[in-house]
Every structure is written in structure tokens, then in C-alpha cells.
């Protein structure tokens, strides 16, 4: 394994380790091993006592958190150890988390996902694989290991006019103020004010920002409809 693997690279050896083990895995940790040293700042491993008949009373534990803290959602601050129920966002948990891990636990066996949902407020998506402990009987933990795609915070009005649109498009394949407005026909003063109020309208601190913001809007409309076609296709 390279010192800073990837999400597929670090899931596969984690699967591969449970299924090699003799049931049933007492020791997290030691399932996991050294796993967390070749792990990138992106990515967080984390432990859930599921012991309790009641999901809220699940114990969440970090066994390694995200490396790089962000300025408009503090994961570590919001989400400490502890009993779920004691977690800020109820939503969040009832929607992205209850749901999965009771689904791992039920099917005794490693899940992989895509998590898009919302914290707080912010649209956040993370690739999960879910491990619960490997025994005959009943789980009695589980844990999770994630990897970062996005978090940011989506504007109320998050529509491009025909013009944004391919200006946004044209900044993408790493064109300039100047030679977009050669393309559309426009002056450069009309492109460079056309950027700037979409700066101003999406909270974008630099162009590069504002690329990086409607990208990710765009990456999450498509894979939400996805998502909605992939659960068309299994209810036919």
C-alpha cells in the first residue's frame, strides 16, 4: 500500500482483511490496524457501538478524524463523541446514517455508498464503506470509512442565466475575461462584471472559487438525478 492511498485502494484492503478474519472481530482497532497511516487528510475513520436497541443510544467514536477543517462546517465541533442523540442534526442522522448502518448490520456484510445529503444546512457529499463487525450473532459495532468529495454552502438563488452558463463554461476549460468576451462578442469590462456579480451572488472569494462552487452545484444536481433514475429503474 502507498503511504497515501486512495478511497477504492484502502476500502478494498479493509473488505479484504474482514473477510479473511475468523468470526467473530473483537477488537476494532486491531481490525483496522494501520490503516489510518496511509489515509489522506481527506479522509475519516470512525467507530459506532450499536449494542443498544435504540439507534439514538449508539455510541459514535472518531478513530481518526478529517485532517483539514473547514471554515463554514466544523465536523469535529458539531459531531463529538458520544451517543448519537447527542448529535446536533437529527435530520442528517436519520436520513444519511440510522438508515445505512442499520441496513450493514442487518446484511452482516461491508456496504459501499455515495452520501449526498445536507449538514446544518450545507449540501455535503462523501463516498462511506460500512463494515460491521463480522460474527455469527448479532453486531455489535460498526465502522465507517470516508472519504470527502464536496462541502459548501449552496446560494437561495443557485440559477445561471444562458450567458453565466457558458461564461462559467468557458472559465472551466481555462479561458480569460478577454477571450470569453472575443467568443461572445461582448467587451471584456461586460464579461469581468458579469463575473464579479456572480462572485457577489454565490459568496466566491476569487474566480477560482466561483468555478469550484457552480461545478459542485452542477455535480450534485446531476448525481441527485441519477440517483433518482437508479431508483426508477430497481422499483420497474
Given at each position: 500500500?502507498?503511504?497515501?492511498s486512495?478511497?477504492?485502494?484502502?476500502?478494498?484492503?479493509?473488505?479484504?482483511?474482514?473477510?479473511d478474519?475468523?468470526?467473530?472481530?473483537?477488537?476494532?482497532?486491531?481490525?483496522?490496524?494501520?490503516i489510518?497511516?496511509?489515509?489522506?487528510?481527506?479522509?475519516?475513520?470512525?467507530?459506532?457501538?450499536?449494542?443498544?436497541?435504540?439507534?439514538?443510544?449508539?455510541?459514535?467514536?472518531?478513530?481518526?478524524?478529517?485532517?483539514?477543517?473547514?471554515?463554514?462546517?466544523?465536523?469535529?465541533?458539531?459531531?463529538?463523541?458520544?451517543?448519537?442523540?447527542?448529535?446536533?442534526?437529527?435530520?442528517?442522522?436519520?436520513?444519511?446514517?440510522?438508515?445505512?448502518?442499520?441496513?450493514?448490520?442487518?446484511?452482516?456484510?461491508?456496504?459501499?455508498?455515495?452520501?449526498?445529503?445536507?449538514?446544518?444546512?450545507?449540501?455535503?457529499?462523501?463516498?462511506?464503506?460500512?463494515?460491521?463487525?463480522?460474527?455469527?450473532?448479532?453486531?455489535?459495532w460498526?465502522?465507517?470509512?470516508t472519504?470527502?468529495?464536496?462541502?459548501?454552502k449552496?446560494p437561495?438563488?443557485?440559477?445561471?442565466?444562458?450567458?453565466?452558463?457558458?461564461?462559467?463554461?468557458?472559465?472551466?476549460?481555462?479561458?480569460?475575461?478577454?477571450?470569453?468576451?472575443?467568443?461572445?462578442?461582448?467587451?471584456?469590462?461586460?464579461?469581468?462584471?458579469?463575473?464579479?456579480k456572480?462572485?457577489?451572488?454565490?459568496?466566491?472569494?476569487?474566480?477560482?472559487?466561483?468555478?469550484?462552487?457552480?461545478?459542485?452545484?452542477?455535480?450534485?444536481?446531476?448525481?441527485?438525478?441519477?440517483?433518482?433514475i437508479?431508483?426508477?429503474?430497481?422499483?420497474?
Open positions: 500500500m502507498t503511504s497515501k486512495t478511497f477504492n485502494s484502502i476500502s478494498q484492503t479493509l473488505i479484504d482483511n474482514w473477510l478474519a475468523t468470526s467473530p472481530i473483537e477488537d476494532p482497532e486491531t481490525f483496522c490496524g494501520k489510518s497511516e496511509t489515509m489522506s487528510l481527506k479522509m475519516s475513520l470512525n467507530f459506532i457501538d450499536t449494542r443498544s436497541d435504540d439507534p439514538l443510544d449508539w455510541y459514535f467514536r472518531r478513530i481518526k478524524p478529517y485532517g483539514i477543517n473547514s471554515r463554514i462546517l466544523n465536523l469535529k465541533k458539531m459531531f463529538p463523541d458520544g451517543p448519537l442523540r447527542n448529535l446536533p442534526d437529527r435530520t442528517y442522522l436519520l436520513d444519511a446514517v440510522i438508515p445505512h448502518y442499520s441496513c450493514a448490520l442487518s446484511l452482516r456484510k461491508p456496504l459501499i455508498d455515495l452520501v449526498l445529503t445536507k449538514i446544518a444546512g450545507i449540501d455535503v457529499g462523501y463516498d462511506r464503506l460500512l463494515i460491521p463487525q463480522k460474527t455469527n450473532g448479532r453486531a455489535e460498526c465502522v465507517s470509512f472519504e470527502g468529495r464536496f462541502l459548501f449552496t437561495v438563488d443557485a440559477k445561471l442565466d444562458p450567458v453565466e452558463e457558458v461564461i462559467i463554461r468557458l472559465l472551466m476549460e481555462g479561458e480569460t475575461a478577454k477571450e470569453i468576451a472575443v467568443e461572445l462578442g461582448l467587451s471584456q469590462r461586460t464579461i469581468e462584471h458579469r463575473i464579479d456572480m462572485k457577489i451572488r454565490y459568496e466566491a472569494r476569487n474566480v477560482v472559487h466561483l468555478t469550484a462552487k457552480l461545478f459542485s452545484i452542477h455535480l450534485v444536481r446531476r448525481m441527485a438525478e441519477d440517483r433518482i437508479s431508483a426508477g429503474q430497481r422499483e420497474d
